[in-house]
Each structure stands twice: as C-alpha cells, then as structure tokens.
C-alpha cells in the first residue's frame, strides 16, 4: 500500500503572506505528483501537477519536488482569502497501478484577512 | 468542453437498497475513473476504464459494487444492499489518453450518498 502523508494542520497564515504545503510519499519509483484544492463540500479541483525534481510555477503557485527525499510541496504566494481550502497531494501509482492517483489526508489551509 | 457531469448530486436511502451513480467524462477523455471520500480523509480509488475497459479495481471494490462503461462514452457505478459504510462522496474523474505522462485526472461534482 503506496502511502502519502501530509500534515493535516489546520495551517492559518494571514493574507498576503507565503503558504507552505508538505507531503511525502513512500514509493521512490513514484513519478508524477499532483496538487488539488477541495473547498469544503466540493471535489477537487486541479492546482498543478509536477514529475521533474525542482520547481514549478504557475502564477502564484510553486509546486518543488525532490525525489531523492521523496518530498514535494506546494508554495502559495500573496495569500488569499479564497485560498482557504484543503489541499490535497496525490501520487501517480505505477506498474499494476498505473491508473491510480493516491491521495493524502489533504492540509486545511485558512488564510485570515 | 463542459466538464465531467455527474448524476444524481445527492442520494439518501435506506439500508439494504440498492443504488446507481451516473458519470459523465470530459467529451474526448477516454479514461474514466471512480473514487470514494469519507469525510476527514483523501479520495479513494475504486475503478478505472480506458473507453469500455475496466483495467484496475480496488479491493475496495467489494461484490457489493460494480462498476460499467458499455459503450466506451458515461459510466454508472452501482452499490448493492447499501450499508450505512457506504456514506460517502463519490467522485468520478476523466483524463484524456495523449496525457500518458501525468495522466491528470479532471474531477466531477460527485454524488453524495447518504444511507440510512
């Protein structure tokens, strides 16, 4: 069983400020890593996916992976209000699980004006 | 290009009856997928297709479930004999083949079930 962990928080930032999201899986082999926000009582929403180690941009957004570390994280600039969510990291399954996303508990993130 | 559909939006029953979800993928994604979410936790994976297919299954997945694409196009995910386990969101989400690499998957509204 492919695990993904991420810490459930709840993380409170104050608007403006820099977000920082975690999770660590447990498959070494694992190659490509998604970042979804869910709004309470919603389904998730794609934020941004990731398979090369470093970082990715897309706008306020910067998803950096390290697979020697078996680490990826979600960077959240200018934080906002409407930010507040609970983001979800999921890992692409591989071989007999190619067509599976795992998912972590998911961090809830407020974002206080 | 309207998004993922899904049919109903909500669902109360009793237990011990049975119930049927509907799904409809982005138009052009061949790939379709189920998932559950119990509060509290990440979507589960049930099932996946690719067009008529069905090449993965959870033992989530119990004889109580089944799972169908007949025509390559919508999907419906039926639960026998419900039990009140059985609460929860379910999720479906499409993905378009070309994406072999990443393989995104594009999440529906889900239907919430609630069993009684």
């Known amino acids: 069983q492919k695990e993904v962990e991420q810490n459930s928080g709840p993380l409170s930032v104050p608007e403006g400020a820099i977000a920082s999201l975690n999770c660590t899986y447990s498959?070494?082999?694992?190659?490509?890593f998604f970042w979804y926000r869910q709004y309470s009582g919603k389904s998730p929403e794609l934020i941004m996916f990731i398979y090369s180690n470093g970082d990715k941009e897309d706008g306020r957004f910067t998803a950096q992976l390290n697979k020697a570390s078996q680490y990826v994280s979600l960077l959240i600039r200018d934080s906002q209000p409407s930010d507040s969510a609970t983001y979800l990291c999921a890992v692409k399954g591989r071989g007999s699980t190619l067509g599976r996303l795992y998912f972590g508990r998911g961090t809830q993130l407020t974002v206080w004006p | 290009d309207t998004g993922v559909s899904q049919d109903p939006r909500h669902k109360i029953t009793k237990r011990g009856q049975n119930v049927t979800f509907r799904c409809d993928p982005i138009?052009?994604?061949?790939?379709l997928y189920w998932y559950r979410q119990t509060l509290g936790q990440g979507p589960e994976f049930l099932t996946y297709f690719q067009n008529e297919a069905q090449l993965e299954k959870s033992r989530l997945l119990s004889d109580r479930f089944s799972a169908e694409r007949p025509k390559g196009s919508f999907s419906t995910l039926e639960i026998q004999r419900t039990e009140q386990g059985d609460s929860a969101m379910y999720l479906c989400?499409?993905?378009?083949?070309?994406?072999?690499?990443?393989?995104?998957?594009?999440f529906g509204p889900g239907t919430r079930l609630t069993v009684l």
């Open positions: 138009s052009e994604h061949n790939r």
């Open positions: 989400a499409s993905s378009p083949e070309r994406e072999k690499s990443t393989d995104t998957q594009y």
């Open positions: 498959d070494r082999g694992s190659q490509s």
